[in-house]
T-cell receptor, first 111, second 118 residues
Framework: DQQVKQNSPSLSVQEGRISILNCDYTNSMFDYFLWYKKYPAEGPTFLISISSIKDKNEDGRFTVFLNKSAKHLSLHIVPSQPGDSAVYFCAASFTGNQFYFGTGTSLTVIP | GAGVSQSPRYKVAKRGQDVALRCDPISGHVSLFWYQQALGQGPEFLTYFQNEAQLDKSGLPSDRFFAERPEGSVSTLKIQRTQQEDSAVYLC????????????????FGNGTRLTVT
């Protein structure tokens, strides 16, 4: 059973506009959430994280929002750049010794 | 080294062969994880080490899969009698922290080993 879901397999956005990637989870015990970015033939690279005690965390162009009541998190990238084109995975953990990943969303930023 | 190193990058095995995949974590990282990523899917947890102790192996799909980290640094994932369904990218990740503590450390991934079983 998939505990972390990314329902949009792909997303296309014009350069300079906002990209919004969504993620839903089912386990209310999760208390730590992360976003990873993956280029082809490379491993996932950590992007940004958020603890369940917060509802927002910002790092430069990247902001993660957490809505615990809806069991939903989202990643906002603004402004989007062509170099942001990659597959984005959300992940969740409640003990720090097992991270559950979504199936990924492929983002294409069109110049 | 600067990051997590995995070898080989690519491995082709005939069905029934044994394979061994190596992971060199970031120096000093206590925690080491193995994940399996099938095509079009997200990484799926296989097993986790804290130093040399294998604390969780609940994700290993069968007893053909075996992992070790004897000195708390380099780890090897071994797959015996490979089957076609074992074809996937095997990712290793390390982190500096102690899971279960107050702070959770993000995982640092290697580039993976792509295993193809023919």
């Amino acid at each position: 059973d998939q505990q972390v879901k990314q329902n949009s397999p792909s997303l296309s956005v014009q350069e300079g506009r906002i990209s919004i990637l969504n993620c839903d989870y089912t386990n209310s015990m999760f208390d730590y959430f992360l976003w990873y970015k993956k280029y082809p033939a490379e491993g996932p690279t950590f992007l940004i994280s958020i603890s369940s005690i917060k509802d927002k965390n910002e790092d430069g162009r990247f902001t993660v929002f957490l809505n615990k009541s809806a069991k939903h998190l989202s990643l906002h990238i603004v402004p989007s750049q062509p170099g942001d084109s990659a597959v984005y995975f959300c992940a969740a953990s409640f003990t720090g010794n097992q991270f559950y990943f979504g199936t990924g969303t492929s983002l294409t930023v069109i110049p | 080294g600067a990051g997590v190193s995995q070898s080989p990058r690519y491995k082709v095995a005939k069905r029934g062969q044994d394979v061994a995949l190596r992971c060199d974590p970031i120096s000093g990282h206590v925690s080491l994880f193995w994940y399996q990523q099938a095509l079009g899917q997200g990484p799926e947890f296989l097993t986790y080490f804290q130093n040399e102790a294998q604390l969780d192996k609940s994700g290993l799909p069968s007893d053909r899969f075996f992992a070790e980290r004897p000195e708390g640094s380099v780890s090897t994932l071994k797959i015996q009698r490979t089957q076609q369904e074992d074809s996937a990218v095997y990712l290793c990740a390390s982190s500096p922290g102690h899971p279960g503590g107050l702070l959770v450390s993000p995982l640092h991934f290697g580039n993976g080993t792509r295993l193809t079983v023919t």
